[in-house]
T-cell receptor, first 111, second 112 residues
Framework: EDQVTQSPEALRLQEGESSSLNCSYT??????LFWYRQDPGKGPEFLFT???AGEEKEKERLKATLTKKESFLHITAPKPEDSATYLC????????????FGTGTRLTIIP | ETGVTQTPRHLVMGMTNKKSLKCEQH?????MYWYKQSAKKPLELMFV???????ENNSVPSRFSPECPNSSHLFLHLHTLQPEDSALYLC???????????FGEGSRLTVL
C-alpha cells in the first residue's frame, strides 16, 4: 500500500531561521511528487512538481529536492508570510494511478 | 473569474436537508475532483471525473452524489448527512488525471 509520511507535524521558527520539511514515501512506480501550500480555511496552492531523483525546483525562499525515498522542502530565511501548512502528494502506479497525500507540516514563522 | 471557484464557501445543514456544492473551473482542464479534508487526516479522494465521465468513486456513501454536466462544472449533491460528514470539501481540476491539481477555496460544511 502506498504511504506518504510528513515530518515534523508542526514546526515553529524565528524569522530568518532556515529549516527543512520532510516527505518520505513508499510507492511503486513513482510518476511525480507534488508540494502544496495551504493557508487556514483555503484550498491548497500548487508549488512544485518533482519527477525524478536528483531533481530540484526553487521558488523565492523555497527549494524542493527529491531522492528515491523522500523529498525535502527547504525554507531559507523564512518570513512570517511563509506560515502555512505544507502538503506533499505522491503520484504513482503506472496504469492504475493514485495520488496519495501526506497529513502536512504546519509551519509557523515568528517575527 | 479565474482558476477554480466553489460555492457556497460555508454551509450549515441539518441531517434531513438536501443541499448541493458547486464547482466551476476556468482553466480548460480535462479532469475534476472532489476531496474531503478533515482535521489531522490526509486529503481523501471522493470522486474523479475525466472528460465528464466518472472514473473513480472511492467507496463514498450514497448520501454524496456527484454530477458533472460538462468539463467545466462539477456538483456534489448532499442528502441525509451525518455529523461526521462535517469537513472542508475541496474541488480541484487538472489537465492530466492526477497531475498537478488546482484547488478551489473549499466549502466548509457543518452538519448539525
Amino acid at each position: 500500500e502506498d504511504q506518504v509520511t510528513q515530518s515534523p507535524e508542526a514546526l515553529r521558527l524565528q524569522e530568518g531561521e532556515s529549516s527543512s520539511l520532510n516527505c518520505s514515501y513508499t510507492v511503486s512506480g513513482l510518476r511525480g511528487l507534488f508540494w502544496y501550500r495551504q493557508d487556514p480555511g483555503k484550498g491548497p496552492e500548487f508549488l512544485f512538481t518533482l519527477y525524478s531523483a536528483g531533481e530540484e525546483k526553487e521558488k523565492e525562499r523555497l527549494k524542493a529536492t527529491l531522492t528515491k525515498k523522500e523529498s525535502f522542502l527547504h525554507i531559507t530565511a523564512p518570513k512570517p508570510e511563509d506560515s502555512a501548512t505544507y502538503l506533499c502528494a505522491v503520484w504513482a502506479n503506472f496504469g492504475n494511478e493514485k495520488l496519495t497525500f501526506g497529513t502536512g507540516t504546519r509551519l509557523t514563522i515568528i517575527p | 473569474e479565474t482558476g477554480v471557484t466553489q460555492t457556497p464557501r460555508h454551509l450549515v445543514m441539518g441531517m434531513t436537508n438536501k443541499k448541493s456544492l458547486k464547482c466551476e473551473q476556468h482553466l480548460g482542464h480535462n479532469a475534476m475532483y472532489w476531496y474531503k479534508q478533515s482535521a489531522k487526516k490526509p486529503l481523501e479522494l471522493m470522486f474523479v471525473y475525466s472528460l465528464e465521465e466518472r472514473v473513480e468513486n472511492n467507496s463514498v456513501p450514497s448520501r454524496f452524489s456527484p454530477e458533472c454536466p460538462n468539463s467545466s462544472h462539477l456538483f456534489l449533491h448532499l442528502h441525509t448527512l451525518q455529523p461526521e460528514d462535517s469537513a472542508l470539501y475541496l474541488c480541484a481540476s487538472s489537465q492530466v488525471r492526477f497531475g498537478e491539481l488546482f484547488f478551489g477555496e473549499g466549502s466548509r460544511l457543518t452538519v448539525l
